[in-house]
């Protein structure tokens, strides 16, 4: 299940849904592809990862659905990635520099 949901976060497209999530709240498909420039069916062929791994949350309205955030957890767990990035990086840095 672990090595699951990190294969789930480990597609870039699907950050950048998440974080759009993150940032604007409920989204339509169609707002998601005006974003992010993707195609429609890209779109919501990731989206529909998401939800199948529990990180978004369909809801319908009339013919088209609205996705938001359903497990905020996922961004404690790219902070916590990205900080250690950051780490190496500045570690890399001071060497290049020092």
Do not use: W
């Given at each position: 299940m672990?090595?699951?949901?990190?294969?789930?976060?480990?597609?870039?497209?699907?950050?950048?849904?998440?974080n759009?999530?993150?940032?604007r709240?409920e989204?339509?498909?169609?707002?998601?592809?005006?974003?992010?420039?993707?195609?429609?069916?890209?779109?919501?062929?990731h989206?529909?990862?998401l939800l199948?791994?529990?990180?978004?949350?369909?809801?319908?309205?009339?013919?088209?659905a609205?996705y938001?955030?359903?497990?905020?957890?996922?961004f404690?767990?790219?902070?916590?990635?990205c900080?250690?990035?950051?780490?190496q990086?500045?570690?890399?840095?001071a060497?290049?520099l020092?």
């Amino acid at each position: 299940m672990i090595a699951a949901r990190f294969r789930v976060l480990s597609e870039p497209t699907r950050l950048k849904l998440l974080n759009l999530l993150r940032e604007r709240g409920e989204m339509s498909v169609g707002e998601l592809v005006t974003e992010t420039g993707y195609g429609q069916a890209n779109v919501s062929k990731h989206l529909l990862v998401l939800l199948d791994a529990g990180m978004v949350a369909r809801r319908r309205e009339g013919t088209s659905a609205r996705y938001r955030i359903a497990d905020e957890t996922i961004f404690a767990l790219c902070e916590l990635v990205c900080s250690g990035i950051e780490a190496q990086l500045a570690a890399r840095q001071a060497a290049l520099l020092g």
